[in-house]
């Protein structure tokens, strides 16, 4: 019986909300559908929780959360990740929320782009900028060339045994893989634009040994340009102090770190304006009943791409939230100060 | 009177803009508020490099040196120059009135 059924059915779990973005807003929102007794999971496309929080400045102080003088991004990260621990938030981290329809009894099903499907009756849209994703470098036709040569990411180094290599860039992603995958290659070429790189030092010196050796080739570059055909790289062109030049190679591995697009939820036929998700001020619902976009991610009149914003949002949002996950239950407003039933949900009581 | 001070920038398209800049903000939040297409994703942390900007070489000289952190980060951008800066690090005095940059191209 359990056989016959498609795979995806098999494997979806249900919830109560999913929320896509496990930045501030979404972890915030977690806390808030949990005083409402409602059981969240989160996707994100980075590693950890926190968005550009933790992402872009962890170690940055920001001063302009309520009754937080002074606060760097990891610290308010950690905080909110404290505050909505007693409602067991699930994270599902390293994916990107990639397809969302309407399930044939009304709720909403999102599919990641590794394959974990959830279903709840609602979606909280708290993505912030969108998904972090590969800078790729502005050469026109690189498109042809992506995931058959040109790539931005390793997912098995498999792949790269016996390729001739470029790689491009100065921090701990080009690096780590130079190191790595010297002993599988060919041939490995790193470009960087200067002769000083802001990676571990220990994976610098290592590096230094092996140019050292003979064994990797370095060049102080940039990439200006690509050749090859039908998708298949055969060169790089490479601009350096003493000009311009080609250096032959079949695969180039580009990190010049994360930018956000919007990615999928262009898709999700979702009204839009300017790459962001008009809602109303009351209830911070899409044009899809049921969807909700809260944090810098919406859009209305007035709106302020502030932190502290997106904390309201999920407050007013949650209410919503409330009656399509339990249509017919009473809706009891309580404060957390007076009300013993939340005080025993968070643990304190 | 703040009024006055002005810089140009070239976007993408070669077209100038002529600014009003306001002593104390960041070139970059001076781009930003005239709602040219400049990402600048960190907010001005130097954290991101995606508010990359050439500097009018009679302009470099003026400008103070870039920190290391600022140095570093142009690692992350593209097609960098050796007038490249990103323009969240650099500070608008009146003594930049006239400022001439350039969007730099996008990843």
Not at chain 1, 91 to 120: C, S, Y
Not at chain 1, 174 to 187: F, S
Request: hydrophobic content about 40%; proline content about 6%; overall charge negative.
């Amino acid at each position: 019986m359990m056989d016959c059924m498609p795979k995806d059915v098999m494997t979806a779990v249900s919830t109560d909300v999913i929320i896509i973005g496990a930045g501030p807003v979404g972890l915030f929102a977690v806390f808030e559908l949990g005083l409402l007794d409602m059981k969240c999971h989160l996707v994100d496309i980075l590693d950890k929780p926190g968005g550009q929080c933790a992402e872009l400045y962890p170690e940055k102080p920001i001063y302009d959360i309520p009754g937080l003088p002074v606060v760097t991004g990891q610290e308010l990260t950690d905080r909110l990740l404290e505050q909505c621990r007693p409602f067991a938030p699930q994270f599902h981290l390293n994916q990107m929320a990639e397809k969302l329809e309407r399930t044939p009894d009304g709720k909403w099903r999102l599919e990641t782009d590794i394959g974990t499907v959830l279903e709840a009756p609602v979606v909280v849209i708290a993505a912030g900028g969108g998904s972090f994703v590969p800078k790729k470098p502005p050469i026109p036709g690189i498109e042809e060339y992506e995931g058959k040569s040109v790539f931005y990411a390793v997912r098995k180094m498999e792949q790269f045994r016996g390729r001739n290599i470029v790689i491009a860039g100065g921090g701990d992603s080009a690096l780590d893989w130079t190191l790595n995958l010297e002993p599988l290659a060919d041939r490995i070429a790193l470009v960087h634009r200067r002769d000083e790189f802001r990676a571990a030092p220990d994976s610098v010196n290592k590096m230094r040994a092996l140019v050292a050796d003979g064994k990797l080739d370095l060049h102080i570059a940039q990439i200006a340009g690509l050749k090859g055909q039908d998708g298949q790289l055969e060169a790089v062109t490479l601009k350096g102090p003493d000009g311009t030049y080609d250096l032959a190679c079949d695969t180039l591995l580009a990190f010049y770190g994360l930018t956000m697009k919007l990615g999928p939820v262009a898709n999700w036929g979702l009204n839009l304006h300017e790459n962001l998700i008009p809602v109303d001020t009351e209830k911070f619902e899409t044009s899809e009943p049921g969807i909700f976009a809260i944090g810098d991610i919406n859009w209305y009149p007035g709106k302020l791409k502030l932190i502290l914003s997106g904390f309201h949002e999920a407050a007013l949002m949650a209410q919503q939230a409330f009656r399509y996950v339990k249509p017919g239950e009473k809706l009891r407003f309580q404060y957390t100060t007076s009300s013993t039933s939340l005080q025993k949900k968070l643990g304190v009581a | 009177m703040s009024d006055d001070y002005k810089i140009t920038v070239t976007d993408r398209e070669g077209v100038e803009h002529v600014l009003d800049a306001i002593e104390g903000w960041r070139v970059m939040e001076i781009i930003r508020d005239h709602g040219l297409p400049i990402k600048a994703e960190c907010g001005g942390a130097c954290a991101c490099a995606t508010c990359h900007v050439y500097v009018d070489e009679a302009w470099l000289k003026k400008l103070h040196e870039p920190r290391d952190e600022e140095i570093d980060m142009l690692d992350e951008a593209f097609l960098v120059e050796d007038n490249s800066r990103l323009s969240c690090q650099i500070i608008f005095t009146p003594e930049l009135n006239g400022l001439r940059v350039t969007l730099a191209p996008e990843g």
